[in-house]
């Protein structure tokens, strides 16, 4: 957290979640307008970047990253998303500053 201004950080702690066995995690769709993406193609191209530096370092992609569905409502209907939630927000903050880096 120190490189977090306070700002920063309470964003990101209001829109982390907690499972059942107690970890944090983070969805993609929450964390990519809290990073102000505006197209979540874009963002995409973020996590299939971070989930590639995380098979490189030699973890496994499964432990830190988790795609799920959730319903949303869209006007009269609801139809099924696709998120991916975070379990180390930790990780994804020096991937997305090394990836920034490498830019």
Do not use: P
């Not at 969805?27 to 963002?43: H, I, T």
């Not at 971070?50 to 992609?61: D, E, F, H, P, W």
């Amino acid at each position: 957290m120190s490189n977090l201004i306070a700002k920063e950080y309470k964003t990101f702690e209001e829109i982390k979640h907690i499972t059942e066995s107690g970890d944090e995690i983070w969805f993609a769709r929450e964390l990519s307008a809290v990073l102000e993406y505006v197209q979540w193609r874009n963002f995409v191209k973020v996590l299939d970047r971070a989930m590639l530096a995380c098979k490189n370092s030699g973890n496994v992609i499964a432990d830190d990253f988790a795609e799920v569905s959730k319903i949303v409502e869209a006007g009269a209907t609801s139809k099924a998303i696709v998120d991916v939630e975070k379990e180390q927000l930790r990780k994804l903050k020096k991937r997305s500053k090394k990836l920034m880096l490498d830019e």
